[in-house]
């Protein structure tokens, strides 16, 4: 089970203290046929590590190091549903697996400490958003930036119909349904038998709207405080913001069935509603810089940035992300 990108995920890593720790980075594929050659990229780095291992442990405890990571290697449900990129990271006692929205380089790296810079600078990056897919009948949840967007496989208890959700108490799982085409991809349901059953399937979706609106917020708006965008038929929106108590559901939404339009579509239409959020956000950034160097309180000089970074006296770090600066010797 991939695990969901956090700081508390990034600081459990970094207060691993056992020897050695196995990090691991890969760009990975989302569709066939090109995610078959994934495993075989992951197998050369497994030999990556193997060799570095064996500079320092017998044969005899880099297979016990290394054993865990290559059981991944036959994991078919793992290939089939990877994202842009993968890493892995494995020591005594402890295993983890992050799928990443965004493609990375690969590294292979043995060291007393695991490797998290490029989960950090991921996870700093403010142009990250989830969407949430909704139908009457089932959800999505995808997590995207400015380029790309990736379905996230939804973590354990979190149910993903209507049915999972409600389970016995749900009404209309009795009743006689006929289906008819609607727009945006989702089909119109007519239904006969008891009388008042609409207000009943109406009080289904409610009740299944909540369900959902709680999960999403507790399970993921509130661990990485990523801006939420709702996608779906423009007769649901009013239902799931009666019911939503996240603060992070942006008040602009897509109109759409998600299923109804490819990944690239809908990754489009979601930067079009996060666009102006994230400006707002490097805006407010821009300006509170220059309040805090106006009081002496901020500084674009990497030298003094580094040694109030040493004493503990930075509060937020603004970084342009590739950026080069040379050092020239004097």
């Not at 995808?142 to 379905?151: D, I, M, P, T, Y």
Request: charge should be negative; include cysteine; proline fraction near 5%.
């Amino acid at each position: 089970m991939m695990e969901l990108l956090s700081k508390e995920f990034i600081q459990e890593l970094l207060t691993i203290g056992h020897q050695p720790c196995l990090s691991l980075y890969m760009p990975t594929h989302r569709s066939h046929p090109e995610n078959l050659q994934d495993p075989l990229r992951f197998r050369n780095l497994l030999k990556q590590l193997e060799k570095s291992l064996l500079s320092k442990y017998s044969p005899g405890e880099v297979k016990k190091h290394i054993e865990p990571l290559e059981a991944l290697v036959n994991e078919y449900s793992l290939w089939n549903h990877t994202s842009n990129g993968l890493a892995v990271f494995s020591t005594n006692g402890l295993f983890k697996i992050v799928g990443l929205s965004v493609s990375v380089e690969e590294m292979a790296m043995v060291a007393d400490s695991f490797h998290t810079k490029p989960l950090m600078q991921y996870l700093q990056s403010t142009d990250r958003y989830h969407v949430l897919g909704l139908s009457l009948h089932d959800i999505r949840l995808f997590e995207g930036n400015r380029h790309s967007l990736a379905e996230i496989e939804l973590l354990p208890g979190i149910p993903r119909t209507i049915t999972e959700a409600l389970g016995d108490d749900l009404t209309d799982k009795h009743s006689t349904v006929a289906s008819y085409g609607g727009t945006g991809g989702e089909s119109t349901s007519m239904h006969h038998g008891h009388s008042g059953r609409n207000e009943e399937v109406e009080k289904d979706a409610e009740r299944f709207f909540r369900v959902v609106a709680n999960n999403i917020y507790e399970r993921y708006s509130k661990p990485t405080g990523l801006p939420l965008i709702l996608a779906a038929l423009p007769e649901h929106h009013s239902l799931f913001e009666s019911v939503n108590k996240n603060p992070l559901l942006l008040s602009k939404s897509i109109a759409v069935n998600p299923t109804s339009v490819s990944t690239d579509k809908l990754v489009n239409l979601a930067w079009e509603i996060m666009e102006p959020e994230y400006n707002l956000k490097l805006d407010s950034f821009v300006s509170s810089f220059e309040q805090a160097r106006v009081n002496g309180k901020g500084s674009d000089d990497y030298k003094e940035v580094a040694v109030a970074a040493v004493e503990g006296r930075v509060d937020t770090l603004i970084v342009e992300a590739d950026r080069i600066i040379p050092v020239y010797k004097s």
